[in-house]
T-cell receptor
Framework: GAGVSQSPSNKVTEKGKDVELRCDPI?????LYWYRQSLGQGLEFLIY????????KSGLPSDRFSAERTGGSVSTLTIQRTQQEDSAVYLC???????????FGPGTRLTVL | QKEVEQNSGPLSVPEGAIASLNCTYS??????FFWYRQYSGKSPELIMS????GDKEDGRFTAQLNKASQYVSLLIRDSQPSDSATYLC????????????FGKGTKLSVKP
């Protein structure tokens, strides 16, 4: 079946611009996660959705970062006023209800010039 | 602060040998443990999960968990050049869902 999909696959933007990253989880998966991976760094948790609610936003690094999920499916991560330190690969993962495993999408590589 | 530690490597093994990858974690409340494989430029791929003390085998892969020592390992038997990748250890602290804490990964190189 179809896996997690993310778009765009690559995004180059100028410092100060806003960007939106999209995640489409595996059909029927209720849990959705956003992580980011910077060069030489481990995966860093950003936010977790259960359905349309976000019980854990503790990883969002600043108020420039926000995310929403609608219809229990697609999620959008928005970064306002991008900075060069936001450059990273943004990864989305999803899980079925009650399952422990997370399955990752291909990621969006964000470059802020 | 919850931490997951891995030797960054690179770990180099000859083709056909056993590769042993290790991971330690800081919080005794951890309940779920995962190994992901990440090829260069690709996203992480789940290869093993383990929740109870002991060994879990799946093909050429064996995950080992020792909660008393806060230690989880991955053994890859009959290593192949295609196993060359970065292996990420991930831990969940409590609950069946919620975020994972990842180590920075061990880079494995299998030499033909």
């Amino acid at each position: 079946g179809a896996g997690v999909s993310q778009s765009p696959s690559n995004k180059v933007t100028e410092k100060g611009k806003d960007v939106e990253l999209r995640c489409d989880p595996i059909s029927g998966h209720t849990a959705l996660y956003w992580y980011r991976q910077s060069l030489g760094q481990g995966l860093e948790f950003l936010i977790y959705f259960q359905g349309n609610s976000a019980p854990d936003k503790s990883g969002l690094p600043s108020d420039r970062f926000s995310a929403e999920r609608t219809g229990g499916s697609v999620s959008t991560l928005t970064i306002q006023r991008t900075q060069q330190e936001d450059s990273a690969v943004y990864l989305c993962a999803s899980s079925p209800a009650g399952a422990r495993e997370q399955f990752f999408g291909p990621g969006t590589r964000l470059t802020v010039l | 602060q919850k931490e997951v530690e891995q030797n960054s490597g690179p770990l180099s093994v000859p083709e056909g040998a056993i590769a042993s990858l290790n991971c330690t974690y800081s919080d005794r409340g951890s309940q779920s443990f995962f190994w992901y494989r990440q090829y260069s430029g690709k996203s992480p791929e789940l290869i093993m999960s383990i929740y109870s003390n002991g060994d879990k085998e799946d093909g050429r892969f064996t995950a080992q968990l020792n909660k008393a020592s806060q230690y989880v390992s991955l053994l890859i038997r009959d290593s192949q050049p295609s196993d060359s990748a970065t292996y990420l250890c991930a831990v969940r602290y409590g609950g069946s869902q919620g975020n994972l804490i990842f180590g920075k990964g061990t880079k494995l190189s299998v030499k033909p």
